[in-house]
């Protein structure tokens, strides 16, 4: 069994931050990309951004430069820093964790720009 966990989520205001974790554990050889996906309502999910093991990260175009994503491999751990948030940043944002074909998602963490 796998377990994917998101904390961090919340309301914030516009132009503010926020700092999203996500622990995955279990029985898990090798978590090759982990990331994170975001859905707003009535909207197909999208990427956010993801990051191999070997630390190469992908982002969405629309958190490019206000984004940052970062991992600790021993902890089995990916991070979200978003800066500088916006109304339409406003989602579920669901964790992912790709063991070895297989991917595994989290429950979501609802995240809030408003003021």
């Known amino acids: 069994q796998v377990q994917v966990v998101e904390s961090g989520g919340g309301l914030v205001q516009p132009g503010g931050s926020l700092r999203l974790s996500c622990v995955v554990s279990g029985n898990i050889f090798s978590i090759y990309v982990m990331g994170w996906y975001r859905q707003a309502p009535e909207n197909p999910r999208e990427l956010v951004a993801t990051i191999t093991s070997g630390g190469s990260a992908n982002y969405g175009d629309s958190v490019k430069g206000r984004f940052t994503i970062s991992r600790d491999n021993a902890k089995n751990t990916v991070y979200l820093a978003m800066n500088s948030l916006q109304p339409g940043d406003t989602a579920v944002y669901y964790c992912?964790?790709?063991?070895?074909?297989?991917?595994?998602w989290g429950q979501g963490t609802q995240v809030t720009v408003s003021s």
């Open positions: 992912y964790a790709r063991i070895v074909t297989t991917p595994y």
